[in-house]
């Protein structure tokens, strides 16, 4: 998928941290510890069964979701035994019973442009790519939802690394939570909620990964990012972009209800069968349909068409006279993103001459066409480069099945 990028500023708050770095650091793994299920990642249902599973009165279960929901997801609390508003006795239940643990960060890498990209390992001994960019209005955050894709878009670097497994809800929404440890961004004692802008103002399914492909995992996990107990972010703020799994997408709108972005990329079936393989099972018209019933749907404003920009490919007039044409009658926004090269990649960015006119008569047609500043390049973590480094030297079957088994 490809995230959102933007003006090259960058909030105050983390400019100290302009320098590049290679900030290799550890983070303690929070081990699995035996019988203990973890809660991250849990539906409120789940969450509440599990605790009238351990003797919580039925009465009682809404309520202490709710609490406890709060303290993992609002105050970034792990221990129960800093959970003060549950008695004594409870917090020791829960502790005998459950933890509270995200994904371990192997490494973190902060570009020139203050983009922070992290390699998190997740059970299994995998790992995948989650990327933060700053912007002056807003702080987005680009999460995976798969370890490698199944789909082999040619000019996007995670399509070169095979699938290895989905994500579980825990981890996806596990990526937000070790963001904002790192960003320091949890609510303090005795603040309330929204006293301080957010760092990060929005998510983006848009990092490794197809999330469709995905659906159920990436469902509750984006179901804890918009509860107001949860992570509390608008719905409006959280944007799913599918590189056009057409049965997917209507599911989409009832079940999740955020905002939609497509990997558009192409104007003609002969075209996108290759730049998007999935196009050869559903093609532009089909595609097109289901985006059209998407706003009603969902009851969001527009969807947004991503097209990077490929030097002689799919960047002529004639493309964007026929973009605006397929697109006609859906409420929409373009999305121009200059081709990120990455080592191998068979294609080159178009100039920026072309970039202009070809966002000129899309603009011209009556839809916005932000051309997309790179960000992140110098760390590898623009637009279509995710690719985890250890996924490239991997290691045996054997050796990763040896490690931990993955648990929600
Ligand atoms: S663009 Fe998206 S769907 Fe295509 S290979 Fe890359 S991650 Fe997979």
Known sequence: MYFRIGPVEWRSAISTLAAITQDVR??????????????????RDELRSALVEIGTPQKQANMRTGQIWQW?????????????NLSKSYRSMLAEQFEVAVPEVVSRNVSGDGTRKYLVRIAGGHEVETVYIPETDRGTLCISSQVGCTLTCPFCHTGTQKLVRNLTAGEIVGQIMLARDDLGEWLRPGEGMGERPR???????????EPLYNFEAVRDAMKIAMDGEGIALSRRRVTLST??????????????GCMLAVSFHATTDELRDQLVPINRRWNIATLLDALRAYPKLSNSERI??????????????????????????????????????????????????????????????????PVRTPRGEDIMAACGQLRSATERGRRSKAEISAEVTPVR
């Open 199 to 209: 760092l990060i103002s929005n998510i983006v399914l848009m990092g490794m990964g």
């Open 26 to 43: 550890t983070v303690p793994r929070a081990l699995l510890l035996e019988g203990r299920r973890n809660l991250v990642g849990l539906t």
């Open 72 to 84: 993992m997801y609002q105050k970034g609390v792990r221990d129960f035994d800093l959970m003060t």
């Open 243 to 256: 590189s056009g799994v057409v049965p997917e997408i209507a599911r989409t709108a009832n079940e999740i």
């Open 304 to 369: 947004t068409f991503e097209y990077v920009m490929l030097k002689d490919v799919n960047d002529s007039d004639e493309d964007a006279r026929r973009l605006v044409r397929l697109i006609s009658g859906i409420p929409a926004k373009v999305n121009l993103i200059p081709f990120n090269e990455w080592p191998g990649a068979p294609y080159r960015r178009s100039g920026w001459r072309r970039i202009n006119a070809f966002a000129d008569i899309v603009h011209k047609a009556g839809y916005a066409s």
